[in-house]
């Protein structure tokens, strides 16, 4: 009789605690709360994800570490970010992303990454710059440069340029827009005064610039990919170049050009001592010293046609983005930029990595 006693008892528990379990509501997903300093100091990387279809995600090295976190922003928001993720910049705390398809600019706190706003109403998106506490730009491929209150996240005007305008760089308050290739052609640098948002000039540079930086005397080298960069447009392809720039004189100083006519270059960044450039030509990555008075024939990284390219100024790292074969999730490759070859470590990241801000 006890033993039945306390069978009857077990199976009277588990009773009540079924019932309890099934009456009780299912309760929201809640999204992690990261720490004050989570991504302080690192690298994000955006992948920009399947094209037409999904969506683009941002994922966060450690340096520290060695640790990667993919989709953070799915992570601490719990929603997706949009179709694709085409870059990122860090400006007064906060992290811009500029998500192309979905004609949007995401903004997260930069340390946490938690979501503080939206810029909307825009044509393809491709890249934001501060130009001040209260003010920033946003080329796209809508031939327009965006100028954004950033009090409130709102569009104040437009700035309208040649063709697709991409990179810019802001030296000496003025911004140099390059009007990139797109899906046509373009050769022109839009430069504008940073404070009154007036078209200052524009120039004739090289066929279809597609990226630049500023070296230590303060000269803008331009890479331009020339003519069917791509495939477009079909049927016309022209040498690419690399162009040095002086933005005290607005004039070139110098101009190199690349020897084949169907291979195109592109992906052009400076190492932290401003003095040495590396891009992407020819299956492999190139290495142009700025007081050099001919291109490299020989690659510094041998049989990588990376997607993106970047150069950490901190542990002065050459990074390189592979995006296999643009379905499968993508790897970044870290390279030791004094000698050749060598690779330091590889780690995976999401689908299509392309652009890295370091901080």
């Not at 720039?245 to 006519?261: C, G, Q, R």
Request: net charge neutral; aromatic share 12%; with cysteine.
């Amino acid at each position: 009789m006890k033993v039945l006693k306390k069978i009857k008892v077990v199976f009277l528990i588990l009773f009540i605690s079924i019932c309890f379990v099934s009456c009780k509501k299912d309760q929201p997903l809640v999204p992690p709360t990261p720490s004050v300093d989570a991504y302080a100091t690192g690298v994000f990387i955006t992948n920009e994800g399947p094209f037409m279809n999904g969506t683009g995600t941002v994922s966060f090295y450690n340096r520290s570490t060695g640790s990667v976190e993919n989709d953070i922003f799915q992570t601490i928001n719990n929603r997706p970010l949009g179709n694709i993720v085409q870059s990122i910049e860090v400006y007064n705390g906060k992290a811009y992303i500029c998500v192309n398809n979905s004609g949007k600019v995401e903004i997260v706190e930069a340390s946490t990454f938690v979501s503080s706003g939206v810029i909307s109403g825009l044509n393809y998106p491709r890249h934001f710059i501060g130009i001040s506490s209260s003010k920033g730009y946003i080329s796209q491929w809508g031939k327009k440069i965006a100028v954004v209150n950033l009090s409130d996240n709102t569009i104040i005007k437009t700035i309208q340029t040649n063709h697709y305008s991409d990179n810019m760089l802001l030296f000496d308050n003025k911004v140099f827009v390059l009007n990139s290739k797109g899906f046509s052609s373009d050769s022109t640098l839009t430069i504008i005064d940073a404070q009154t948002d007036l078209i200052i000039d524009t120039k004739t540079i090289g066929i279809n610039p597609s990226s630049l930086v500023i070296d230590k005397n303060n000269k803008i080298w331009i890479l331009c990919s020339g003519k069917g960069v791509n495939g477009f447009p079909a049927g016309t392809d022209s040498k690419g170049s690399l162009v040095c720039f002086n933005p005290a004189t607005m004039t070139i100083e110098n101009s190199f050009s690349f020897s084949s006519t169907t291979l195109h270059p592109e992906k052009l960044v400076i190492n932290n001592a401003n003095d040495q450039l590396f891009y992407n030509y020819n299956n492999g990555v190139f290495q142009f010293d700025i007081s050099s008075t001919t291109l490299n024939t020989n690659p510094f990284v041998n049989n990588k046609n990376f997607y993106g390219l970047g150069f950490d100024p901190l542990s002065g790292y050459l990074f390189g983005a592979d995006s296999k074969d643009y379905i499968q999730s993508g790897w970044i490759y870290r390279y030791n930029s004094q000698i050749p070859n060598s690779v330091i470590d590889s780690f995976k990241v999401g689908v299509i990595p392309g652009d890295f801000f370091f901080r």
